[in-house]
């Protein structure tokens, strides 16, 4: 499990430690130096420019690029008025040259020299996005990187110009809310300070982090350090009076934790029965996909109550026609206005309940979300069906605008209608009163027509065995994204991959989880590291705490 912590809650567990003297910035720069080292696979003969800003951020930067400096490497450190002064004055004593960012042209002909740009312009202090002469820099320096074409989309060969590691976050995105506003240089590595930021595991903002590392300083956030004797670590612990984190991404060996898994004395209404009220003559993929996705989960029944009837049953004989008993309700998915009109009575009898009976609300049944729901209905929107659903709510909000910004988007449809929402796409975000934000990624394989009815299926069987809402949309969208790796695949290979997915997780097998993550457009093949929790970075704090000590003692 990734959790990540926002702005204000990093500087809460901050505030302790730095009030009682703990060297958060020694250890945050001597984990940034040591990353940078490893990234280059050492110092010899190798060139650094570090990016300055006025803040903390800059002061990481200017430790890191002295220590940098004391190894050896030819380092530059690119400055504003104010940049932190016992930062500045530790990278000048160790031999750093250090250049105005108003300087532009001779910022630019030293970064053609570098192997690497480390970006400490801004981090959590960020408001907005980079202004000023480092936007300009910033916007020059990424040009001269597409122009020359070193870093395409897709990843890079070895010696491809510069690598670019970011101090804590790249700089200007939103720390908290994954917005993307303005120029931001993209990197290779993120170096992320105490614990992941939100904002890095949230389109857009994603896309610049590159790998991501987490360097352990204490802060008593990190999985690393809660196992070290903070607090256990399992999903139980959420609330278990540690900071909750703001944002919480499911992994493959959380699973075992989640997944309903029937005991001895299960039988099939203990296990949960699924409602499907999807597919229609014109749409009828829809239905077939959603009750397979549904019993594929490993549900007690799945009983069918769209309008294809048996045409269901015989491609899926485990599905159950007629009225009966039903613990959560799948709704929506490859509904024609008769079909609609078919799964009204069922919609009315949940708002009759107050919405407080667990359903999914998809596709054509977004058009029932109101005001006044509970936690208990999930909507599953996609951008365009959020933007209609805020158009008839009366809330402004464009696709675009919900693509700018997802995670504030599906808080939002949350907040008005009272209802967990999944944004989907390529990073689905549950948003449910009551609950951290979830966000959980998935291979764009999965973009395919018929995905978002195998993910409704599989939701519907995780609320009917009982699981809370929220937890139930992380794990079936967990689920969901491994289910399809390694495409090319159809809607219904995902469906047929679940089962062998849940049976791996289980048994703990072949289990990769805990590896730090890359983010679109970054390539692990230019650098060979160490695969570490990106949730807490298994590097021991001592050897931080050395490195943060020998470069005082250099300086
Ligand atoms: N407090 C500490 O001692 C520690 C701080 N740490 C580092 O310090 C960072 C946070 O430091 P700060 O709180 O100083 O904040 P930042 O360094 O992120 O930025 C603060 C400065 O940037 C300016 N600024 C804000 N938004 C701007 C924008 N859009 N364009 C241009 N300038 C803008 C502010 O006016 C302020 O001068 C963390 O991200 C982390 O890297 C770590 O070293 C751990 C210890
Ligand atoms: N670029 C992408 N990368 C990864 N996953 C994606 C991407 N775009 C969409 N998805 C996922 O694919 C599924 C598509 O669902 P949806 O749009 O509802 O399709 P449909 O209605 O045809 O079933 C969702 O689970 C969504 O999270
Ligand atoms: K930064």
Redesign the pocket.
Known sequence: MIRAFGARKVREA?APL?AAGVP??ER??GALALAVLRLLGGSYGRRALALV????????ALFAAAFLARRGMGVAAVVAE?AHGAGLAAARAAGCAVLDVADIDAVVREAARADVWID?I???????????P??SLVERLEGSREGSALLPEAGRSAGAGPLVVA???PS?IGTDDGAAP?PILRADLTVT??APKPGLLLDPARRYAGRVETAD?GLCLSAAARAAGCAALDVADIDAGFPSPDLVSIERADLPLLWPVPGPSSHKYTRGVVGVAAGSASYPGAGFLCVDAALAAGPGMVRYAGTLGSAVVSSCPEAVLGEGRVDAWVIGPGLDREALARAEPIVDGLRSEGWTAPAVLDAGALAWAERGMTPATVLTPHAGELAALFSRLGIEGSREGIAACPAAAAKLASEFTGATVVLKGPVDVVVSPGSPVYAQSGPAWRAVAGAGDVYAGLLGALLAAGLEPARAAAAAACVHGLASENGPMRASDIVRNVPAVVRAALAGGGSEEGSGYHAPGASASAFHMRRARVSGGRRPMQKIDECARTAREES
Request: no cysteine; hydrophobic share 40%; net charge neutral.
């Open positions: 901050e730095l958060l910035m945050a720069s800003g006025r803040g903390n951020n800059g002061g990481d104010g400490g801004l981090g959590i202090g960020a408001r907005g996005g980079l202004r000023g480092f936007a101090v804590d976050v200007g303005g300070m105490g300083i």
